[in-house]
């Protein structure tokens, strides 16, 4: 890999992207198209299902201005029809038949004929289902167009994800259709005009929640925000022994909040830490396994983890703000093992820090830390129970603001302006009777900023005013008419996108402009983004139908218990090895979609009788057997990506560090042995789900921090056994019996813990006796 400085040549990461997306470049016109169709599926997620049209007709009818118009919607499934009449558009122009060098270079006759019998086939859907929602009347007709749609769905899929997760829908399609006697009628109601099928859950799920975070990551990534968060813990640590790769592991669980994507996240903040972790001294195979590894886990954490945990918060029927509690504490374990393993091989190649004259100095990010208030301002949202989509655009205007406030080449002084974000920002959380002093407070302001240009240096009149100013005095406006405190934060945020345009397209200065290009091609990303996964949802939703329409959604539980002969353990084992099988070839979110509708159930059958599995979730009608078993498929789902033989993560990691695949892979599985182990223990140790628990108290308390802290042990254990340093390179008799023990503590058996506890504390003790003459 080339390397510029320390990071990689955009060039090199484009091309990495292409061989794992499998895309291709278009010509200028076509890639008009794709963008076109990128910007459509934004503009209706923003008008219909951020129900932006709704909220601003209640905006302007409160100051007498009446706009019927802006009340008309679409029905749920003429909108996801649209949404994937897009996606198709986008995926037959970027992803070519074969991967072949001839079918790279252009778009063939053929894509064009996919492309007009897709459009086809959803815009059919979409003038017909008012009727049937009507009528619910299924006529022959409906049988081709029902047929054509799942065909074209499929063939995109093939393309852009590959041939496994379509050739599981066919066998599944082939099942449900045979076992209805083949009645064509009855399955083109079931897959494609009821919300079954085609338009299940998944797809539901991806265009109401999960869109509007892949656009707010999208925001992230391509205004700075997510380069400050990789840079800043780099600075933090880059000096400290095996600093870089500890940054990687941080930055990247950081990044994965936003970003959702094992791989995208590899390419995001492995271009900064793979080149870092070899000039600090750590091989190739290491640094590529260690940005995968890290980058896996941020599916993991809280507030925004990956779009599996929209459709798991669905299915369970428990809102996704308590989904992220109930992630937490094994978000932290896994994150704890893999620094735990890093901190091992760091000291194990006797690693120093680098030079501090390689970053920034702390105080430049210190001063600038106000540039992870976005984060901070879904967070609140979502704990506060905001919807999460409008969380997620809400948090979006705040996030375009310091952006634009952090921009060094624009004049202003700073900290004014952060004091302005934060008082804005705090005040669009407050309403009631405070709206109207807010709204006083934020008109004040403007006007003394107004003002400011001609007494003091301060501020200027340019682009940090003018943004500034548009967002208090629209804060300030919407609460002094009384809007209420949710829709305030959804119009910031989609007003946030305009200002920035109008504020970008005026702009004289580098920064403006770029932040002009940023907000506009964030718009064209998040469209772009969505297709493999809007493509897997819709292809899973059909596996979903089948299992509906055969009755095997509520028997395949039953008979997968018998199968195993009711043994939680095996059944566990066999879920596992299930899961990471069908990861190699289908993406995180269908792998638990399919996952959790062929063995959770299972899981769930095996232990439903039994305490504490047979409570529910306080507050909700789930059963802890079902929130543990969906939890448990969930984790190994997200594993795949990098478990070999296929492990995208990893590859995208030994291509930019230029090492060896499978050593890579092999690395990685090693460092992620806490995401192996943990759903084990997480699973049989319900309380450290935490929403889990029915009554807290000392006792409860206590035991969670037990289960936390012997779940540590072991991972530390592990960390020791599998890098073979302890102060000293241990011999392979004393590594093999650390790992045993650690493995058996697994179980968080107090005597067996206990005993782990004093093995570490005595080969410490007793290093030189037990250190190998050399690398065991």
Known sequence: MAENGTKIEARDVEKIE??????????????????????????????????????????????????????????????????????LLIAFLLYPIRRSEKHQKRVEWHDYVLIILGLVAMFYLFFRYPSYAEYSITYERDIAFAILSIAVVLEATRRVIGWVLPTVVLVFLGYSIYNINFNWLVFTEHMYLASEGLFATPLYVMTIYVFAFIFFGAFLLKIGISDYITEFMISVFGTRPGGPAKSAVIASGLMGTVSGSSVANVLTTGT?????????????????????????????????????AFIMAEFLGIPYNKIIIAAVLPALVYYAGVYLFIDRETKRLGLKGMPREHFKPISYFLKKSYILL????????????????IAAISSLGVAIWVAWVSKDGIEGNEALYVAMVLLTTGLMFTGGSLASVSALVLLAL????????????????????????????????????????????????????????????????AGGRNMYSATYESMVEAGKTSTAVMLAAASAGLIQGSLTITGLASSLG????????????????ITMVFSLILGMGVPTTANYI?????????????????????????????????????????????LADITPPVALASYAGSALAGGDFWKTSINAVRYAVAGYIGP?????????????????????????????????????????????????????VFRLLLGFVALMAATLNVFVVAIGLALVLVTR?????VAASEPA
């Open 18 to 87: 292409e061989i794992i997306e499998r895309t291709r470049k278009l010509p200028p016109l076509l890639d008009k198209v794709v963008t076109v169709a990128a910007v459509l599926i934004g503009i209706y997620e923003i008008l219909f299902i951020f129900n932006f049209n709704g909220t601003l007709y209640n905006m302007l009818s409160k100051v007498g201005i009446d706009i019927p118009a802006l009340l008309y919607t679409l029905q749920t499934q003429q909108g996801e029809a649209f949404v994937l009449s897009m996606i």
């Open 272 to 308: 900064f830490t793979i080149p870092l972790m070899k000039k600090a001294g750590y091989p190739a195979e290491i640094a590529g396994a260690v940005e995968p590894v890290s980058s896996t886990g941020g599916q993991l954490m809280p507030p925004i983890m990956g779009a599996a």
């Open 374 to 389: 976005p984060i901070v301002v879904i967070t609140v949202a979502l704990v506060w129970g905001i919807p999460a989509h």
């Open 446 to 509: 403007s006007l003394l900023l107004v003002v400011a240009p001609f007494v003091t240096t301060w501020v200027r009149f340019n682009e940090k005013l003018y943004i500034s100013l548009l967002f208090m005095l629209f804060v300030a406006f919407t609460q002094y008419i009384g809007m209420n405190k949710e829709s305030i934060l959804l119009l910031t945020g989609i007003f946030g996108i305009v200002f920035s345009l109008i504020v970008g397209r005026i702009s004289k200065s």
């Open 558 to 573: 039953y008979k997968m218990a018998s199968l195993t002969g009711g043994n939680l353990w095996l059944l566990l084992a």
């Open 594 to 638: 399919i996952t959790s509708l062929v063995m959770a159930p299972a899981i769930f059958q095996a232990v439903r009788t039994l305490s504490p599995y047979s409570l529910m979730v306080p507050g909700f009608n789930t059963a802890i057997a079902l929130l543990a078993a969906h939890f448990f498929v969930f984790y190994f789902g997200i």
């Open 680 to 732: 084990y223990i997480y699973f049989t140790h319900p309380e450290m789900f935490l929403i889990t628990v029915q009554h807290w108290n000392i006792s409860t308390l206590l035991t969670v921090m037990y289960d936390l802290g012997a779940t540590l042990l072991v991972m530390y254990m592990l960390s020791i056994a599998f890098t073979g340093w302890f102060g000293g390179h241990l011999k392979a």
């Open 765 to 769: 003790l007793f290093t030189p006796k």
